[in-house]
Protein backbone atom coordinates (compact mmCIF):
# COMPACT_ATOMS: atom_id res chain seq x y z
CA UNK A 1 0.00 0.00 0.00
CA UNK A 2 1.02 3.44 -1.02
CA UNK A 3 0.37 6.76 1.26
CA UNK A 4 0.74 9.83 -0.75
CA UNK A 5 1.21 13.25 1.37
CA UNK A 6 1.53 16.55 -0.48
CA UNK A 7 2.45 19.86 1.48
CA UNK A 8 3.44 23.16 0.24
CA UNK A 9 0.50 24.95 -0.63
CA UNK A 10 -1.06 28.41 0.64
CA UNK A 11 -1.78 31.60 -0.20
CA UNK A 12 0.02 33.89 -2.92
CA UNK A 13 -0.50 36.77 -5.01
CA UNK A 14 -0.99 36.66 -9.08
CA UNK A 15 2.49 36.56 -10.31
CA UNK A 16 3.75 34.80 -7.31
CA UNK A 17 5.39 31.21 -6.65
CA UNK A 18 5.01 28.31 -4.95
CA UNK A 19 6.40 24.87 -4.55
CA UNK A 20 4.44 21.80 -3.71
CA UNK A 21 6.11 18.37 -2.55
CA UNK A 22 4.50 14.85 -2.75
CA UNK A 23 6.03 12.36 -0.36
CA UNK A 24 5.24 8.38 -0.31
CA UNK A 25 5.88 5.50 1.83
CA UNK A 26 6.06 2.18 0.87
CA UNK A 27 7.57 0.95 -2.75
CA UNK A 28 10.15 3.60 -4.43
CA UNK A 29 9.15 6.09 -6.61
CA UNK A 30 10.70 4.32 -9.25
CA UNK A 31 7.48 1.67 -9.12
CA UNK A 32 5.02 4.56 -10.30
CA UNK A 33 4.09 7.19 -12.72
CA UNK A 34 3.61 10.25 -10.77
CA UNK A 35 1.07 13.18 -11.07
CA UNK A 36 -0.53 16.31 -9.89
CA UNK A 37 -3.92 17.31 -10.25
CA UNK A 38 -6.42 20.38 -9.35
CA UNK A 39 -9.53 20.92 -8.39
CA UNK A 40 -11.48 24.22 -7.98
CA UNK A 41 -14.67 24.88 -6.11
CA UNK A 42 -17.62 23.32 -8.37
CA UNK A 43 -15.35 21.80 -10.96
CA UNK A 44 -14.50 18.47 -11.27
CA UNK A 45 -10.22 17.09 -10.97
CA UNK A 46 -8.15 18.04 -13.56
CA UNK A 47 -4.82 17.11 -14.88
CA UNK A 48 -2.09 19.42 -14.35
CA UNK A 49 1.43 17.21 -14.72
CA UNK A 50 2.65 13.79 -14.62
CA UNK A 51 6.26 12.58 -14.41
CA UNK A 52 6.93 8.84 -16.01
CA UNK A 53 10.05 7.20 -14.08
CA UNK A 54 10.76 4.79 -16.88
CA UNK A 55 11.84 7.55 -19.26
CA UNK A 56 11.61 10.62 -16.65
CA UNK A 57 9.58 12.32 -19.00
CA UNK A 58 7.57 15.25 -18.13
CA UNK A 59 3.67 15.95 -19.41
CA UNK A 60 1.84 19.18 -18.81
CA UNK A 61 -1.99 20.22 -19.15
CA UNK A 62 -2.09 22.86 -21.99
CA UNK A 63 -2.68 25.50 -19.39
CA UNK A 64 0.49 25.67 -17.36
CA UNK A 65 3.32 24.77 -19.79
CA UNK A 66 5.96 27.03 -19.50
CA UNK A 67 4.72 28.05 -16.09
CA UNK A 68 4.76 25.17 -13.90
CA UNK A 69 7.50 22.47 -13.88
CA UNK A 70 7.18 18.68 -12.17
CA UNK A 71 10.69 16.99 -11.28
CA UNK A 72 11.40 14.19 -8.97
CA UNK A 73 13.80 13.56 -6.31
CA UNK A 74 14.33 9.82 -6.34
CA UNK A 75 17.30 9.69 -3.33
CA UNK A 76 13.56 11.19 -1.06
CA UNK A 77 11.09 9.21 -2.80
CA UNK A 78 9.40 12.99 -3.39
CA UNK A 79 8.15 14.88 -6.46
CA UNK A 80 7.62 18.12 -6.70
CA UNK A 81 5.50 20.82 -8.43
CA UNK A 82 7.05 24.07 -8.94
CA UNK A 83 4.39 26.81 -10.43
CA UNK A 84 5.48 29.77 -11.44
CA UNK A 85 3.43 33.11 -12.80
CA UNK A 86 0.58 32.15 -10.67
CA UNK A 87 -2.86 33.50 -11.63
CA UNK A 88 -6.17 33.34 -10.09
CA UNK A 89 -7.57 30.82 -11.97
CA UNK A 90 -5.04 28.30 -10.69
CA UNK A 91 -6.73 28.56 -7.42
CA UNK A 92 -7.46 24.55 -6.64
CA UNK A 93 -7.15 21.69 -4.05
CA UNK A 94 -3.93 19.68 -5.45
CA UNK A 95 -4.02 16.16 -5.78
CA UNK A 96 -0.60 14.29 -5.83
CA UNK A 97 -1.59 10.71 -7.33
CA UNK A 98 0.38 7.89 -8.11
CA UNK A 99 -0.42 4.90 -10.71
CA UNK A 100 1.61 1.49 -11.43
CA UNK A 101 1.05 2.26 -15.38
CA UNK A 102 4.19 3.14 -16.18
CA UNK A 103 3.28 4.03 -19.53
CA UNK A 104 2.83 7.55 -20.86
CA UNK A 105 -0.80 6.45 -21.65
CA UNK A 106 -3.61 8.30 -20.66
CA UNK A 107 -1.31 10.13 -18.07
CA UNK A 108 -4.28 13.03 -17.69
CA UNK A 109 -7.09 10.35 -17.07
CA UNK A 110 -7.10 10.15 -12.90
CA UNK A 111 -8.75 7.17 -13.31
CA UNK A 112 -5.74 5.41 -14.02
CA UNK A 113 -4.20 6.30 -10.70
CA UNK A 114 -3.97 3.81 -8.26
CA UNK A 115 -3.12 6.23 -4.78
CA UNK A 116 -3.96 9.39 -3.90
CA UNK A 117 -2.72 12.18 -1.34
CA UNK A 118 -5.45 14.03 0.27
CA UNK A 119 -4.49 17.31 -1.23
CA UNK A 120 -3.49 20.59 -0.35
CA UNK A 121 -5.34 23.97 -1.04
CA UNK A 122 -3.59 26.61 -3.01
CA UNK A 123 -5.23 30.34 -3.30
CA UNK A 124 -3.92 32.75 -5.97
CA UNK A 125 -5.67 36.47 -5.10
CA UNK A 126 -5.69 39.12 -7.61
Known amino acids: QVQVVESGGGLVQAGGSLRLSCTASGPPFSAYTMGWFCQAPGKEREFVAAITWNRDTAYYANSVKGRFTISRDSAKNRVYLQMNSLKPDDTAVYYC???????????????????WGQGTQVTVSS
Open 97 to 115: AARRDLSAISLENLGTYNY
